[in-house]
């Protein structure tokens, strides 16, 4: 059994994910006005529809292209020496810090914690009717699942097929796929907590929304 609150003191540690700024393809590098230390934004709004920061322009055959920041953060470090120059594609630029938001750190706690069950291949999934009208009444959590229970539906190419559940016995506590968008094979699907270890891990939670400290 993982040592949740072990792991909940390992990210207290080291509250923040560094993000790796790469070229997508060749071409010559001009940064923006930036320096280390300074702040930058990921995309806003409700749908995303607000570029984050600039943080370089990469040119091709006279066709500038924006760099833009995937994340909020701090720079932390900058490849100045490449301004200017004609770089290869996956070229390191720069190294963006994000500080962990609670809703990161939930998650990733979750992702370590709970057994999940994973896509076996490149599909759309749902539920089966029965576990979709049981969450609909009260939510995820009320669905108990057993290795070998018919659980989703893999729908593929108009071909759908039951697709039974395999792991330990449990409840389910996530849910990671979405209706109608295509999940990638060895995606997880769903994060399934043993009963008996239902309430460390509630209680885990509870710590992070009431401990937690947004930061940057």
């Given at each position: 059994?993982?040592?949740?609150?072990?792991?909940?003191?390992?990210?207290?540690?080291?509250?923040?994910?560094?993000?790796?700024i790469s070229t997508p393809h060749t071409g010559v590098v001009t940064f923006a006005d930036l320096k280390v230390g300074d702040t930058v934004v990921g995309p806003q709004g409700q749908w995303k529809e607000k570029p984050g920061t600039r943080l370089a322009t990469l040119e091709r055959e006279r066709n500038p292209k924006?760099?833009?920041?995937?994340?909020?953060?701090?720079?932390?470090?900058?490849?100045?020496?490449?301004?200017?120059?004609?770089?290869?594609?996956?070229?390191?630029?720069?190294?963006?810090?994000?500080?962990?938001?609670?809703?990161?750190?939930?998650?990733?706690?979750?992702?370590?914690?709970?057994?999940?069950?994973?896509?076996?291949?490149?599909?759309?999934?749902?539920?089966?009717?029965?576990?979709?009208?049981?969450?609909?009444?009260?939510?995820?959590?009320?669905?108990?699942?057993?290795?070998?229970?018919?659980?989703?539906?893999?729908?593929?190419?108009?071909?759908?097929?039951?697709?039974?559940?395999?792991?330990?016995?449990?409840?389910?506590?996530?849910?990671?796929?979405?209706?109608?968008?295509?999940?990638?094979?060895?995606?997880?699907?769903?994060?399934?907590?043993?009963?008996?270890?239902?309430?460390?891990?509630?209680?885990?939670?509870?710590?992070?929304?009431?401990?937690?400290?947004?930061?940057?």
């Amino acid at each position: 059994m993982i040592d949740i609150s072990k792991l909940l003191d390992e990210i207290k540690a080291s509250p923040y994910r560094e993000i790796v700024i790469s070229t997508p393809h060749t071409g010559v590098v001009t940064f923006a006005d930036l320096k280390v230390g300074d702040t930058v934004v990921g995309p806003q709004g409700q749908w995303k529809e607000k570029p984050g920061t600039r943080l370089a322009t990469l040119e091709r055959e006279r066709n500038p292209k924006p760099i833009l920041a995937p994340e909020k953060g701090e720079i932390c470090l900058i490849h100045s020496d490449l301004e200017g120059r004609f770089v290869e594609a996956g070229t390191p630029l720069m190294i963006l810090r994000h500080m962990l938001t609670r809703a990161e750190v939930e998650h990733a706690i979750l992702k370590k914690a709970l057994h999940l069950f994973r896509a076996p291949e490149r599909a759309k999934y749902y539920f089966i009717p029965e576990v979709e009208k049981k969450i609909r009444a009260s939510d995820a959590h009320s669905v108990q699942v057993r290795d070998g229970m018919e659980l989703l539906i893999m729908s593929r190419m108009k071909r759908e097929v039951p697709l039974n559940y395999t792991g330990p016995d449990g409840v389910i506590y996530a849910i990671y796929f979405t209706i109608n968008e295509n999940m990638d094979a060895g995606a997880p699907l769903l994060g399934v907590c043993p009963q008996d270890q239902l309430p460390a891990i509630q209680d885990v939670i509870m710590r992070v929304q009431t401990e937690w400290t947004e930061r940057g």
